[in-house]
């Protein structure tokens, strides 16, 4: 199992960014994908959610307007595009996977990737 996030990096308060995740060794269709960070110091936190089909998604306040969550389950990825960024959007990001749904809670997720950071600069 592998969940492989890519397009971090750094940007301007007011710029966007890309994330995407790639999964591998599990049946992508049939799992719920969340986006949790964690910024330093800090705990972590959810930021987004969908659930296997892509029909329903969750928004946490922070990410409410700013930033969409969607999948490709032809291509098994799973993509966060953030805008209007600020700097306290700055952390790691994770992509998680729990089976059958989505989930607010992190423990309840099976897989996680490794992480990208996004730093955000004012």
């Known amino acids: 199992v592998q969940l492989q996030a890519s397009g971090g990096g750094s940007v301007q308060a007011g710029g966007s960014l890309r994330l995407t995740c790639a999964a591998s060794?599990?049946?992508?269709?049939?799992?719920?994908m969340a986006w949790f960070r964690q910024a330093s110091g800090k705990e972590r936190e959810l930021v987004c959610a969908i659930n296997p089909s892509g029909i329903y998604t969750y928004y946490g306040d922070t990410a409410k307007g700013r930033f969409t969550i969607s999948r490709d389950n032809a291509k098994d990825t799973v993509t966060l595009q953030m805008n209007s960024l600020k700097p306290e959007d700055t952390a790691v990001y994770y992509c998680?996977?729990?089976?059958?749904?989505?989930?607010?809670?992190?423990?309840?997720?099976?897989?996680w990737g490794r992480g990208t950071l996004v730093t955000v600069s004012s």
């Open positions: 060794g599990f049946i992508f269709r049939s799992y719920g």
């Open positions: 998680a996977g729990r089976k059958y749904a989505y989930s607010y809670y992190a423990s309840e997720y099976g897989y």
